[in-house]
Every structure is written in structure tokens, then in C-alpha cells.
């Protein structure tokens, strides 16, 4: 089996792509070692010293580290993530799910709209894109012209987070749907 690995906008998380389906559909976000229940994988790679988050997405993991560097801890997570598809065990546990893209979700029911404009949006231009470096955006709400999005994997605590969000999420919304004013991250 052969893993390999990006870099992402994010110097804390690394993208590893272990060449298989990881997800079948949706994506889940775990910041700790307690979430990791949720799934095998997971538990191997929190069982890494530094690590402190796993996101896993399609047919990729990223991996975000609390200390230590990268030449030291990525032969440790390569070792877990090749340990776990080689022994054929689940990705994610049994009666886990993956993460809801429209649980919490707030908005008017005159805006329905407006909001299925921006989730197409989200779908078919910036989540593609997003999923390149190693993360994913997901619609939360939407209410008087601000846009609520949740930022995961390597977008989660990214430096340059705000600008994605700033100028370029926000400017392609605003093109498509000039009743957005902003686009804010929960």
C-alpha cells in the first residue's frame, strides 16, 4: 500500500492520501481522542504522540498535530493509517454515522431560496476545492445577509482561513447572490 502526502495551507495538519475510499459519503471531523470512539482509524492515529485532530473526508485523512514535527510524527502516522486498512477493519465504528451536514442548521423559511442557491454553491465550487487542501466547509446558516459556515479538517484554525472566507467565499457569493452581505465562520 502506498500513502501519500500534501501539505496544506494549514503548517499544523497534513493531508494523507492512502489511494482507497475513506468515506464513503460525508466526512467527520474529530478534535480529540474521546470523539475517536467514532472510529478505528481514528483511535490508531490519536494513539500518535501530538496528534490532536483527525478529519477524515472521501479518500483522504488529514492529520492535525499539536506538537512535535512533521519528519518525526508522519512515518508514525503513515504506520497506523497502513496498519488499520490492511487489517480490514471498519472506518467507522458500528452505529456511527458520518457527520450531518444539516444538523443545526438555521435559517427563515422565506430565505429557502437564497439557501439553496448558497448550498449548490458550496457543492459544486468551493467544497472541491476546499477538499484539495485538506478540508471542508459546511452551511450552518444564513440570516439577515451573513452566511454561517463551519470550517473542518485542515480549514479548522488554518492561518489563512479568513482570507478563504473573506475574499474568496464571501466574493463568490456575493456575485452569485447580492442580498449576502458576509460569510462568518461558527
Same mark, same amino acid.
Given at each position: 500500500?502506498?500513502?501519500?502526502?500534501?501539505?496544506?495551507?494549514?503548517?499544523?495538519? *497534513?493531508?494523507?492520501?492512502?489511494?482507497?475510499?475513506?468515506?464513503?459519503?460525508g466526512t467527520?471531523d474529530?478534535?480529540?481522542?474521546?470523539?475517536?470512539?467514532?472510529?478505528?482509524?481514528?483511535?490508531?492515529?490519536?494513539?500518535?504522540?501530538?496528534?490532536?485532530?483527525?478529519? *477524515?473526508?472521501?479518500?483522504?485523512?488529514?492529520?492535525?498535530?499539536?506538537?512535535?514535527?512533521?519528519?518525526?510524527?508522519?512515518?508514525?502516522? *503513515?504506520?497506523?493509517?497502513?496498519?488499520?486498512?490492511?487489517?480490514?477493519?471498519?472506518?467507522?465504528?458500528?452505529?456511527s454515522?458520518?457527520?450531518?451536514?444539516?444538523?443545526?442548521?438555521?435559517?427563515?423559511?422565506e430565505?429557502?431560496?437564497?439557501?439553496?442557491?448558497?448550498?449548490?454553491?458550496?457543492?459544486?465550487?468551493?467544497?472541491?476545492a476546499?477538499?484539495?487542501?485538506?478540508?471542508?466547509?459546511?452551511?450552518?446558516g444564513?440570516?439577515?445577509?451573513?452566511?454561517? *459556515?463551519?470550517?473542518?479538517?485542515?480549514?479548522?484554525?488554518?492561518?489563512?482561513?479568513?482570507a478563504t472566507?473573506?475574499?474568496?467565499?464571501?466574493?463568490?457569493?456575493?456575485?452569485f447572490?447580492?442580498?449576502?452581505?458576509?460569510?462568518?465562520?461558527?
Amino acid at each position: 500500500m502506498f500513502i501519500q502526502t500534501e501539505a496544506t495551507p494549514n503548517p499544523a495538519t *497534513l493531508k494523507f492520501l492512502p489511494g482507497r475510499i475513506v468515506m464513503g459519503s460525508g466526512t467527520l471531523d474529530l478534535r480529540d481522542a474521546d470523539d475517536a470512539v467514532r472510529s478505528p482509524l481514528a483511535q490508531r492515529l490519536f494513539g500518535v504522540s501530538g496528534v490532536s485532530g483527525v478529519f *477524515l473526508g472521501s479518500d483522504f485523512i488529514t492529520v492535525t498535530k499539536s506538537d512535535g514535527e512533521w519528519p518525526h510524527l508522519k512515518p508514525a502516522i *503513515l504506520g497506523a493509517i497502513m496498519e488499520h486498512f490492511m487489517s480490514g477493519a471498519p472506518v467507522l465504528a458500528e452505529n456511527s454515522a458520518a457527520d450531518l451536514e444539516d444538523e443545526g442548521e438555521f435559517f427563515a423559511p422565506e430565505d429557502v431560496q437564497t439557501v439553496e442557491t448558497i448550498k449548490d454553491l458550496l457543492e459544486t465550487r468551493i467544497r472541491p476545492a476546499v477538499a484539495g487542501d485538506g478540508g471542508d466547509i459546511t452551511f450552518r446558516g444564513y440570516r439577515d445577509g451573513t452566511v454561517y *459556515l463551519v470550517m473542518k479538517g485542515a480549514c479548522s484554525g488554518c492561518p489563512s482561513s479568513t482570507a478563504t472566507l473573506k475574499h474568496g467565499i464571501q466574493n463568490l457569493l456575493r456575485h452569485f447572490l447580492p442580498e449576502v452581505r458576509e460569510v462568518e465562520a461558527v
